[in-house]
Every structure is written in structure tokens, then in C-alpha cells.
């Protein structure tokens, strides 16, 4: 069994959210409503309201006993509250409404393909819709080839204070380098190496990524790749 070392692992690159959120303002209060009695605010019914957008690579497989998640990135110009809703989600998967996100884990009983998924996003006015996909689950052994990876793990945030709330870690891979379209999600720090089983013939790509306790996570390691014949 050969493996696969991502050297450079995150050496000071996990996101905090102060960290995204500098810059934004401060004093005085802020935060929703910071605008009341603003005297270049539009006047009511002048304003023209921006749809929300919706992104993202959805996973198109996965193995049975092995964890799903797809987070889509979602944005809106106005800065207002979104709220997601699925309609053909798969029955052994979850669905967040406040994030989009969706996660599970199939068991046996569960393989095959699962069609015509799509994931909306509304500002209560207006909406966006990612999709359709599909996502198969495929029983285990249906490749038999496998990947251990190894990384070192996260000591600093991106401000250069020392990390102190890691949470876990995401594994992404495919097929494809620019599309690591298969994640596994890892709820335990302390692990510093997985191993990725049931590959197909042909050369796979991974990458990993830490995650802290509010859900943030670092960016993609560098990728590491094995051909599995």
C-alpha cells in the first residue's frame, strides 16, 4: 500500500471568521439595523432588489459507510437573509435550510443512483436554484484500489495567533484534479493521516482541508495524486 504525503499542510492558513469579518466596521453598534435613519437610504418601494447566486461541484458519488457533504457557496448583493430549501433529497441524507449544506451516510441497502437533486436559495423575494444533479452510491468493493494520505496538522490562523478550536478535517478527491467532486468528512483533530479506500482503476487526486468548531474552513492543500491500475 503506498502513501501519499501532502507536504506544506496549512501552515498558517485556517480562516477565522474575525479574521473574514475585519474591516467591516466597528463602533458604535452595527450590525443589523446599523443603517436606520440613514438619509441616503433609498426610499421604500424605490429600491431594486438583487437575486440571490448559488455555486458549487456537488460530489456524484459515494460509498456505502462513507460520509457525504456538499456545502454550496451562496452570495447576495443586498446582504440579505437567505434560506435554502432541496427537493429530491436522497433518503439517507440531511439537509441544513440556514446553509444549504447536505450530508449522510448510505448504507448498504441504499446503493444506487439518486436523480434530479436541486438545492434554491431565496432572499425572500427572489430565488436561485443549483441543479439538477445526481448522486449514486456505490457498494463497497466496487474498486479495490486504495490511498493512505498524510498530513501535518494546522497550528496557527491566518492572523498568526495560535489555533486553538480545530474541529477536523474534509478529504476531497476524483478523478479529475480540477474537480475533487468526493468528500470525506473527518470529526476528529487529532487525526493526522486516512486512508481512502475502494478506488476504481485510473489516477485519483486528493487534497484536505482543516475545519475549526464554527464550521470555517482552511483552503485546499496542495494536491497529491496515485494511479491505481
Request: a negative charge.
Amino acid at each position: 500500500m503506498r502513501r501519499t504525503f501532502l507536504p506544506g499542510f496549512f501552515t498558517g492558513c485556517l480562516l477565522l471568521v474575525s479574521v473574514l469579518l475585519a474591516g467591516c466596521g466597528g463602533g458604535g453598534g452595527g450590525g443589523e439595523g446599523a443603517t436606520t435613519g440613514d438619509s441616503n437610504a433609498p426610499a421604500p418601494g424605490n429600491s431594486t432588489n438583487a437575486a440571490p447566486t448559488v455555486s458549487g461541484t456537488p460530489g456524484s458519488t459515494v460509498i456505502v459507510g462513507q460520509a457525504y457533504s456538499f456545502q454550496p457557496a451562496a452570495a447576495d448583493a443586498d446582504g440579505d437573509r437567505l434560506s435554502f430549501t432541496v427537493a429530491n433529497l436522497p433518503s439517507w441524507a440531511s439537509f441544513n435550510t440556514e446553509t444549504g449544506r447536505i450530508t449522510g451516510t448510505p448504507t448498504a441497502a441504499q446503493v444506487g443512483s439518486y436523480a434530479n437533486i436541486t438545492i434554491s436559495v431565496s432572499d425572500g423575494t427572489a430565488s436561485a436554484t443549483l441543479g439538477p444533479f445526481s448522486i449514486t452510491v456505490n457498494a463497497v468493493g466496487a474498486g479495490g484500489g486504495s490511498a493512505t494520505l498524510s498530513w501535518t496538522p494546522p497550528t496557527e490562523n491566518s492572523d498568526g495567533s495560535a489555533l486553538t478550536n480545530l474541529a477536523g478535517y474534509e478529504v476531497h478527491y476524483g478523478q479529475n484534479r480540477d474537480s475533487l467532486d468526493q468528500t470525506v468528512r473527518l470529526d476528529n483533530p487529532s487525526l493526522t493521516s486516512y486512508l481512502v479506500e475502494n478506488l476504481s482503476s485510473g489516477t485519483w487526486y486528493f487534497a484536505v482541508v482543516a475545519v475549526n468548531s464554527a464550521g470555517t474552513t482552511s483552503p485546499l492543500s496542495n494536491t497529491a495524486s496515485k494511479t491505481v491500475s
